[in-house]
Nanobody, 117 residues
Framework: QVLLVESGGGLVQAGGSLRLSCAAS????????MGWFRQAPGKQRELVAR???????NYLDSVKGRFTISRDNARRTVYLQMNSLKPEDTAVYLC???????????WGQGTHVTVSS
């Protein structure tokens, strides 16, 4: 059984920071591309950041320079460090995994991030 379990969400003031974690089980973690998505009410889900098995990363333009994705293969965990948070970052953040780039096979339940102005 594959499980992706996110943690670290919460309420923070604008300009603050949060660190999200996603612990994976049931997959060969090191073989997977890991991604963080977000979905705000009434909006489409969007890919915030992804990290390939090689360690290469991609970011949504609006978070570049503020968010950093990283992975610890030994701990089977992917992180999203979010700095200089803005109210428009408010969303449910979901972790995803996939062995083929662009094909997301597994999803977590999500963690809520609320940024107050």
């Amino acid at each position: 059984q594959v499980l992706l379990v996110e943690s670290g969400g919460g309420l923070v003031q604008a300009g603050g920071s949060l660190r999200l974690s996603c612990a994976a089980s049931g997959i060969i973690f090191s073989d997977n591309t890991m991604g963080w998505f977000r979905q705000a009410p009434g909006k489409q889900r969007e890919l915030v950041a992804r990290i390939f098995s090689t360690g290469n990363t991609n970011y949504l333009d609006s978070v570049k320079g503020r968010f950093t994705i990283s992975r610890d293969n030994a701990r089977r965990t992917v992180y999203l460090q979010m700095n200089s948070l803005k109210p428009e970052d408010t969303a449910v953040y979901l972790c995803a995994a996939g062995r083929v780039s662009g094909a997301w096979e597994y999803w977590g339940q999500g963690t809520h991030v609320t940024v107050s102005s």
